[in-house]
């Protein structure tokens, strides 16, 4: 499969538990954040996205909390999978104005390994 | 079904020999993005479109070039590829990228290229 990453952080999980990745965004200014997975072979796919005026948002097994004092994202996986095991990366989007294109920045990415 | 489809998937050229990769969506989305993804670099934006017959540079434009005559369509054109070039690269779309309008990108499964 295609390599992402060669030395990317990883994070380990026993199939069941839940996963909690983080992500620190640099400009205080992004008003808005997604949350991307992106399995060996596979273009990145979108899981869930939240607004620079939330600081949280659920879907189906995931969560994702906004601290924007301290620049944080995270992405809550509940009841981890052995299915979720892929590399997940975070964006963040700052819109200058309207009708101008937004200039989304991408972090590197962590690795979730899932175990049986 | 909605998709971003890219084509070839796989390309191993010789510097030097013109080649483009092409990008297709059927989503009607009027943004378009070019990225290329290197270990420890992350995703990088090479290109991006808002609409017909506008595009514009990303952070790593050097080297390639874009068109957008159709919507649906925005192929990636290296008319001199060189081995600095060899990278996984991805096109996306999506249904708004501004301020009031924002939503996420959809990404093709990506073309892996290596020039020699």
């Known amino acids: ?116 | 079904e909605a998709q971003v489809t890219q084509n070839p998937r796989y390309l191993i050229t010789v510097t030097g020999k013109k080649l483009t990769v092409t990008c297709s969506q059927n989503m009607n989305h009027e943004y378009m993005s070019w990225y290329r993804q290197d270990p420890g670099l992350g995703l990088r934006q090479i290109y991006y479109s808002m609409n017909v017959e506008v595009t514009d540079k990303g952070d790593v434009p050097e080297g390639y070039k874009v068109s957008r005559k159709e919507k649906r369509n925005f192929p990636l054109i290296l008319e001199s590829p060189s081995p600095n070039q060899t990278s996984l690269y991805f096109c996306a779309s999506s249904g708004g990228l501004d301020r009031d309008s924002n939503q996420p990108q959809h990404f093709g499964d990506g073309t892996r290229l290596s020039i020699l």
Request: proline letters at 3%.
């Open chain 1, 1 to 116: 499969g295609e390599s992402v990453g060669l030395h990317l952080p990883t994070l380990s999980v026993q199939e069941g538990d839940n996963s909690i990745i983080n992500c620190a965004y640099s400009n205080s200014a992004s008003d808005y954040f997604i949350w991307y997975k992106q399995e060996s072979g596979k273009g990145p796919q979108f899981i869930i996205d939240i607004r620079s005026n939330m600081d949280k948002r659920q879907g189906q097994r995931v969560t994702v909390l906004l601290n924007k004092t301290v620049k944080h994202l995270s992405l809550q996986i509940a009841a981890t999978q052995p299915g979720d095991s892929a590399v997940y990366f975070c964006a963040e989007n700052y819109s200058l104005n309207t009708g101008t294109a937004s200039k989304l920045t991408f972090g590197t990415g962590t690795r979730l390994q899932v175990t049986l």
